[in-house]
């Protein structure tokens, strides 16, 4: 938001009166209740504008508008590469720093969306375009991105997480227009700390969060469109069948950080493959106790037996991340989802 007395709010009534009364009237459509009083008041202050000054914010304005139009096309190095040529080294630098903190007030209209409740958010996004939708889930963490995904209607899952899996880079342009189109319904939501997310990995890691069968299916449907992209992010995933891939001296690390019920409950839902490789790295008195263990527990809930081996996946990652496990997610036609 704008500082009512500052140059910049002083600029942008100026633009506001030379664009003439049609566009002015179209940007306030698009701008916080906030920013519109505000400006209001600053053109009411307006005395006749002179020609110089037209000149110079016409001129700024279009300047900028360039800079965005170049960021949006090919990101920073292209960008600065065809301003060094239109208006010099310095020229350049001092676009790009205008449109890169024009770019953080948006990001920061973005975080309060760390607070939002993924069914009000759901219904924020009802038409929004799936590269708007994958923007939001580029400012979750990888729970609540699930969450929110798993409101959406089944058919726009696939196309928003290929369209998460693309972001390559950090969209000045798309930022604006979201935190534009989206924060007149977001600004009571509250704020919180940004975590960046996008790409391959956050893709995996969303989907990861996910019941099995609907992050199977959700890789199906983008694998019809890009075979090479769902690989890319099959290959970034690890789940809880991939843990035999895991040599057994890694297992009894893995076992020896586990809750027992824990793990009676994860193997609930394990191949007969993968019960025999950990039953195969424990003694023959823990295998024992372990399938008493088992046949306790009784009728157990799907969601129970997956949120159990998500916890053991974590365990996993967090050994890997100690250097005392290593893990690789399979990439050939029998990999588990």
Same mark, same amino acid.
């Given at each position: ?10 600029? *942008?009534?100026? &633009? =506001?009166?030379? $664009?003439? +009364? !049609? @566009? ?6 698009? /701008? ?19 020609p ?71 219904k ?19 729970r609540? *991105?699930?969450? &929110? =995904?798993?409101? $959406?209607? +089944? !058919? @726009?899952?696939g196309?928003?997480?290929?369209? /998460? ?60 469109d890009?075979?090479k ?11 809880f ?46 295998? !024992?106790?372990l ?5 306790? /527990? ?40």
């Amino acid at each position: 938001m704008i500082q009512s007395s500052s140059p910049g709010m002083q600029k *942008a009534a100026m &633009l =506001l009166v030379l $664009l003439g +009364e !049609e @566009a002015a009237s179209h940007i306030y459509r698009h /701008l916080p209740e906030a920013d519109v009083q505000r400006l209001t008041e600053r053109i009411a202050e307006l005395d006749r504008i002179k020609p110089e000054t037209a000149i110079s914010v016409l001129e700024e304005y279009y300047k900028l508008t360039l800079t965005q139009s170049y960021l949006s096309e090919g990101g920073p190095d292209y960008a600065r590469k065809l301003l060094i040529k239109a208006f010099g080294d310095a020229g350049a630098q001092q676009l790009l720093d205008q449109v890169t903190r024009a770019a953080e007030m948006s990001v920061v209209q973005l975080e309060s969306l760390q607070k939002a409740d993924p069914q009000q958010l759901a219904k924020f996004l009802e038409g929004e375009h799936p590269q708007t939708i994958a923007l939001i889930l580029a400012h979750l963490n990888a729970r609540q *991105a699930s969450a &929110l =995904l798993m409101k $959406l209607p +089944e !058919e @726009a899952r696939g196309t928003t997480i290929k369209r /998460l899996a693309m972001l390559r880079q950090f969209s000045p342009e798309v930022a604006r227009k979201v935190s534009v189109a989206l924060h007149k319904r977001l600004e009571s939501l509250g704020e919180q700390s940004r975590r960046a997310y996008a790409g391959f990995k956050g893709a995996a890691d969303l989907l990861n969060q996910l019941e099995p069968n609907t992050g199977k299916g959700i890789l199906e449907s983008i694998e019809k469109d890009d075979p090479k992209m769902a690989l890319a992010i099959r290959n970034l995933m690890f789940t809880f069948e991939d843990l035999l891939g895991v040599p057994e001296a890694g297992i009894r690390e893995l076992l020896g950080q586990l809750d027992k019920k824990t793990l009676a409950l994860s193997l609930r839902g394990a191949s007969e493959e993968l019960k025999n490789l950990i039953f195969k790295s424990m003694s023959s008195r823990a295998v !024992e106790m372990l399938k008493e263990d088992m046949e306790v /527990l009784g009728p157990v809930r799907s969601k129970d037996v997956t949120q159990a081996q998500r916890e053991i996946v974590e365990a996993a990652r967090k050994l890997e991340a100690e250097g005392k496990l290593v893990l690789s997610a399979e990439t050939q036609e029998e990999y588990v989802v």
